[in-house]
């Protein structure tokens, strides 16, 4: 009974805290996806992540087409990636890396109807570069020290510990329950 709980207990955490760290963005803001809307400082401030997505909303006789970085900086459609139409398109961010999208009706590229964003995996682990013994530091707190320094996995709040601290609340508030 107990381990049912705990199973069903475990189901709902990882159903409720997955989405709720995935963001939709709308692009351009309230401005959407139009000529005159400045979409490098738009995305300047945002973090993108694996599992958002981005929502284009536009007109009839706009486009959105993702494009190759090259592509993106010549403004050219002709090679698009993707392409949609549909005037409210809705672009999952499914793998870490930079994609690039333009609007593909003519001149509207080069007026700034174009969006580079660098996409990252949160939960992919850090990767780090080994120091030379002699550049290593050997001056690390002690457990219980008074020092306030930063943990320096630099894993502090991220998702996948997130999730570890909940379920571990989540079993041991099934075993008080069982």
């Known amino acids: 009974m107990a381990c049912t709980q705990c199973g069903v207990l475990v189901a709902v955490l990882l159903a409720v805290v997955a989405p709720a760290s995935a963001k939709d963005y709308a692009v351009g803001g309230a401005s959407g996806w139009k000529p005159g809307v400045d979409y490098t400082a738009w995305a300047k401030d945002k973090s993108f992540n694996v599992g958002d997505s981005l929502s284009f909303q536009y007109s ?3 486009t959105v087409e993702e494009v190759s970085e090259a592509d993106y900086k010549a403004c050219s459609a002709s090679n698009a990636l993707g392409s949609y139409k549909e005037e409210s398109t809705s672009i999952p961010l499914t793998k870490p890396g930079t994609r690039y999208f333009i609007c593909g ?5 080069a007026a700034g109807m174009k969006l580079a964003i660098t996409i990252s995996d949160p939960t992919a682990p850090a990767t780090t570069t080994t120091a030379s013994p002699t550049a ?10 008074d020092s306030d320094s930063d943990d320096e996995s630099g894993a502090a709040g991220s ?3 997130l999730v570890t601290g909940l379920l571990c609340g989540v079993m041991g508030l099934a075993a008080l329950m069982g």
């Open 159 to 161: 998702p996948a510990r």
């Open 136 to 145: 290593r530091s050997t001056n690390r707190p002690s457990a219980g020290s």
């Open 105 to 109: 009706a003519s001149g509207h590229c």
């Open 60 to 62: 009839t006789g706009h």
